[in-house]
């Protein structure tokens, strides 16, 4: 069956350090998403990629980055962790109008 | 998108139906109403979309007014496990697929 899978599901990392989440659909969606989700906002948009080469900036997408170079993958990076980015980030993908199906998500704890 | 505004939360007793109301004024003709949950600690999960018919699957019932500027949606037999935050979402067909969340209803089943 396609699904889509994050890895790790829980990551702690020191502050300054860089980290990447990895996301992996097998639906052949071309479009992906990134969310992170606190406590008191809900789930807001970080990167968004709507093909191969193609990304995008979310609501909230300082001090992230994202690649996509292949229609399967799209990696979040965090390219020098704050205290401020523990959250628990979910990744997304979907295409058109049809619904977005979400990852299970991945708890990240900055030290 | 058209902002939405939804009750912060409701109680339902199990096996009752659970009516979820969503007010969306702002609505424009192209955009469609979503509906997702978030059963705590995991992925948001699709629920169901629509224009402007009603619309049923093995989930739930979606309920659309003739001006398209509120919603219900109804779990027909609430249970325990439908325990979740509700998000209703509005965003235009093949807009790229983004998913704006706002804070959601927090439906609590009791037995």
């Known amino acids: 069956d396609a699904e889509i899978t994050q890895s790790p599901r829980h990551k702690i990392t020191e502050t300054g350090r860089q980290v990447t989440l990895a996301c992996h659909q097998t639906w052949n969606h071309n479009n992906m998403f990134w969310y992170r989700q606190d406590l008191g906002h809900g789930l807001r948009l970080i990167h968004y990629s709507y093909g191969v080469q193609d990304t995008n900036k979310g609501e909230v997408s300082d001090g992230y980055s994202v690649s996509r170079s292949n229609t399967e993958d799209l990696p979040l990076t965090l390219e020098s962790a704050a205290s401020s980015q523990t959250s628990v980030y979910f990744c997304a993908s979907g295409d058109s109008e049809e619904t977005q199906y979400f990852g299970p998500g991945t708890r990240l704890l900055v030290l | 998108d058209a902002k939405t505004t939804q009750p912060p939360s409701m109680d339902c007793a199990e096996g009752r139906a659970a009516n979820l109301p969503c007010n969306h004024s702002?609505?424009?003709?192209?955009?469609?109403v979503y509906w997702y949950r978030q059963i705590h600690s995991q992925g948001p999960q699709y629920i169901i979309h629509?224009?402007?018919n009603n619309e049923t699957n093995e989930m739930a019932s979606l309920i659309i007014t003739e001006d398209r500027k509120s919603s219900t949606l109804i779990l027909p037999h609430a249970t325990l496990r439908d325990t979740a935050v509700y998000y209703c979402i509005v965003r235009v067909a093949f807009g790229g697929g983004k998913l704006i969340f706002g804070q959601g209803t927090e439906l609590s089943v009791k037995p």
């Open positions: 629509g224009l402007k």
């Open positions: 702002t609505i424009s003709g192209n955009e469609y």
